[in-house]
């Protein structure tokens, strides 16, 4: 991991959950998305800032992933998840409940952890 | 404005080949393709190729100019990659170079290598056609994205697996004499709901098939058409595209496809006929539930209705609006970059009376073909017509 380049924004993002300090991008006009971002997706501004990420969100949808790729071989079954913060919402799995147990509307916290697989930075969410 | 003509269509057998190269099954749909339109070879001017995963099944970029060559044309040739929705990409441009005047004959197609390479490499490249850094990386896979919007849906407008089953003992039925299609055997509500599970709530019956496969069109100006004397009875009438976010927590929707949509709309507008002109159709059913947010996206059925078409017969063969005659991706089969085109062919043979389910849609003559890449970020829909000269 340590030997590979950095993917710049994203890996800026998960520095900063790590920290508890996660961001998100705003626009002028409100819109918020996750970096790297010199525009806005939703309207084009490039009058943007960094927001604090509200610190919980909740479960909008998931789904729980029985054949992986190869990279989260031994991670399966893992659940996939959509996390609704707000102003942005985040793909990552859920982790520290039993799969069967997670349901849409769920608050969780976000953090990063590591794949079993494979060692990767990924993030995750743990029901708060 | 003059309206293209499909003067040929051609393809291989959908299904597990893992022996065979994209050049090869290339090349066999691409020769029947002409031989079908009956046209001088020499008389082509381009080719517009879909291709999605080439690089990660054979090694090989740069695929377009190499299919030309296989096919025996000396013509410039360019690969378009919109992942699932590769060739219908394709489609759309060669419509608009006849169109415009800038040619009278083109070759059309797709091909796809894709079983060589096993089911975890082949999973892993059609994730691809997600968000590497924010959806790839957190384990998303494809079924896991369709699961994502499934159970969305549910919550949304209600529906069950048994519901979706029922869309899968559909399009099983309707591959049966398709010998073409990789799968020819007919399922049960049961066998699918019995079926393992590969990311909750869709099982294996809800997602179609690794495949391998070739597919190729020669579409051919109206004035060609008519100076040649060609046999051609079957028009794109209309073409349309749509976009949207490529990661789905970038979407204000889970449960609808905007982007096909936005291609519909266009496309109607374009063949100047509404969603009610459509008789039959061919719809990107890579999941089961696919084809729930195909049917409503292309606004033939209000959002949470469509999800029980399949069930109360209203999409089978012998329903008012017959979807995916051909088996569909389901049971077809989905040589990815190849399926656009796979979708123009049997819509094609259907109007033409030349497919083994065109009994079903006889007097039809309005078709439908919806082609979508991704979790629906990329949305192709043409029109195809019978003209009556
Ligand atoms: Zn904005």
Redesign the pocket.
């Known amino acids: 991991m340590s030997d590979e380049p950095r993917d710049d924004g994203f890996d800026d993002l998960l520095d900063a959950i790590a920290d508890g300090e996660g961001f998100y991008v705003e626009?002028a006009?409100g819109?918020g998305s996750l970096p790297p971002r010199l525009s806005?997706p939703?309207?084009g501004?490039q009058e943007l800032s960094e927001e604090p990420l509200p610190d919980s969100g909740e479960v909008a949808t998931y789904t729980i992933v029985t054949v992986p790729t190869p990279q989260f071989d031994e991670d399966a079954p893992y659940v996939t998840a959509v996390v609704d913060f707000g102003p942005v919402s985040i793909t990552g799995q859920v982790q520290g409940v039993d799969p069967e147990d997670v349901e849409t509307g769920q608050v969780v916290g976000i953090d990063v952890g590591e794949s079993v697989t494979r060692d990767e930075r990924l993030i995750v969410f743990e029901p708060r | 404005m003059s309206d293209p003509r499909v003067a040929g269509v051609g393809l291989t057998h959908f299904g597990k080949h893992p022996e065979r190269t994209g050049r090869a099954m290339f090349a066999e749909a691409g020769l029947a393709a002409l031989d079908d339109a009956g046209i001088d070879p020499d008389d082509v001017e381009a080719l517009f190729y879909g291709n999605f995963m080439g690089e990660l099944a054979e090694h090989q970029g740069h695929q377009a100019p190499l299919m030309a060559e296989a096919v025996g044309l000396d013509v410039p040739a360019t690969r378009y990659e919109s992942a699932c929705a590769s060739s219908g990409a394709a489609i759309r441009d060669a419509v608009f170079r006849l169109r415009n005047g800038e040619a009278d004959v083109v070759l059309v197609g797709g091909s796809e290598r894709m079983t060589n390479i096993g089911t975890a490499a082949a999973t892993d490249a059609l994730s691809i056609a997600a968000d590497d850094l924010y959806e790839v990386r957190a384990g998303m896979t494809f079924p896991g994205a369709y699961a994502l919007m499934a159970r969305a849906y549910f919550e949304a407008y209600g529906g069950s697996k048994e519901d979706l089953a029922e869309i899968a003992v559909k399009n099983h039925e309707h591959a049966l004499p398709n010998e073409y299609a990789q799968m020819q055997q007919a399922i049960t509500v049961e066998d699918a709901l019995d079926a393992p599970i590969i990311a909750d709530p869709l099982g294996l019956y809800d997602s179609c098939p690794i495949t391998d496969g070739a597919t190729a069109a020669v579409l051919v100006s109206e004035d060609y058409a008519a100076d040649h004397d060609l046999d051609t009875s079957v028009a794109i009438t209309g073409t349309g595209q749509g976009g949207d976010k490529m990661a789905l927590h970038d979407r204000q929707y889970f449960a609808r496809t905007p982007a096909t949509k936005d291609a519909a709309d266009e496309a109607y507008d374009d063949a100047g006929i509404g969603p009610d002109a459509v008789d039959f159709l061919e719809v990107h059913d890579c999941f089961t539930i696919a084809e729930v947010l195909a049917l409503e996206g292309l606004g033939l059925y209000e959002p949470g209705e469509a999800i029980g078409a399949a069930g109360r017969g209203e999409t089978t063969h012998e329903g008012a609006l017959p979807v995916n005659l051909s088996g569909g991706l389901k049971a077809k089969g989905h040589p990815v970059g190849a399926t656009g085109v796979a979708q123009l062919i049997s819509l094609t043979k259907l109007l033409e009376g030349r497919h083994p389910r065109a009994e079903a849609v006889e007097g039809a003559s309005t078709a439908l073909a919806h082609n979508a890449g991704g979790t629906v970020a990329s949305a192709t829909v043409h029109v195809l017509q019978e003209v009556v000269e």
Do not use: A, G, V, Y
């Open positions: 626009c006009n819109h806005c939703q309207c501004s």
